[in-house]
């Protein structure tokens, strides 16, 4: 079973562009999760998809940050425009259903901003 | 919201020692989780508490669920250098969200 799939694995963006971050979750999983670490800090919720649907979006940093999950497949997590605060480590998350069991990261995107 | 101290942030120790972190929090959480991250990889999870007071081994890991509800700890026992990572706890509520502490990161000195 291939596990979550996170691109790119690497971004280093000036301040100002865009960034576009896309996770593949496991097939099947109707929960996708975003988090970042930022600045060696602890591991912080961004939001989480049920299907296609916005379940919680209460991390969400601000405005800057756009998430999308097409046809409940695959989500993308946007940045624009890009700042120094935002660099850090993205990771995506899906699990089948509640409970910890199942709950499978990716190995996250390292976002640097310049 | 929610916040989980994690101590300590960091430890360097000898091949063959006894390694314990813990994690408190001022608030309630339904799970409780330890998860070790590998460089360049995402956590993975060790070991999942659900009920207070409850004591979990996996291997040389054990970690026991705090009887408020509200902390936790992990030890490791006669540590080998692939024990080397960051070592995180979570709280779990009924949404699913994880709440993360900071962290501790282990070296292990063959």
């Known amino acids: 079973e291939a596990g979550v799939t996170q691109f790119p694995s690497h971004s280093v963006i000036e301040k100002g562009q865009t960034v576009t971050l896309r996770c593949d979750p496991i097939s099947g999983h109707d929960n996708l999760y975003w988090y970042r670490r930022v600045m060696g800090k602890e591991i912080k919720f961004l939001l989480h998809?049920?299907?296609?649907?916005?379940?919680?979006e209460s991390g969400m940093p601000n405005n800057r940050f756009l998430a999308e999950r097409t046809g409940g497949t695959y989500s993308t997590l946007k940045v624009q425009p890009a700042e120094l605060e935002d660099s850090g480590v993205y990771f995506c998350?899906?699990?089948?259903?509640?409970?910890?069991?199942?709950?499978?990261f990716g190995s996250g995107t390292r976002l640097t901003v310049v | 919201g929610q916040q989980l101290n994690q101590s300590p942030q960091s430890m360097f120790i000898q091949e063959g020692e006894d390694v314990s972190m813990n994690c408190t929090s001022s608030s309630i959480f339904n799970t409780w989780l330890w998860y070790k991250q590998d460089p360049g990889e995402g956590p993975v999870l060790l070991i999942a508490?659900?009920?207070?007071?409850e004591l979990t081994s996996n291997g040389r890991l054990t970690a026991q669920f705090g009887i408020t509800r509200k902390d936790s700890f992990l030890n490791i026992s006669a540590s080998i250098p692939s024990d080397v990572g960051i070592y995180f706890c979570a709280g779990q509520d009924a949404g699913n969200m994880l709440t993360f502490g900071g962290g501790t990161r282990l070296m292990v000195k063959p």
């Open positions: 508490l659900y009920k207070a007071g």
């Open positions: 998350a899906s699990s089948p259903g509640s409970g910890p069991y199942g709950y499978t």
């Open positions: 998809f049920v299907k296609e649907s916005k379940q919680d």
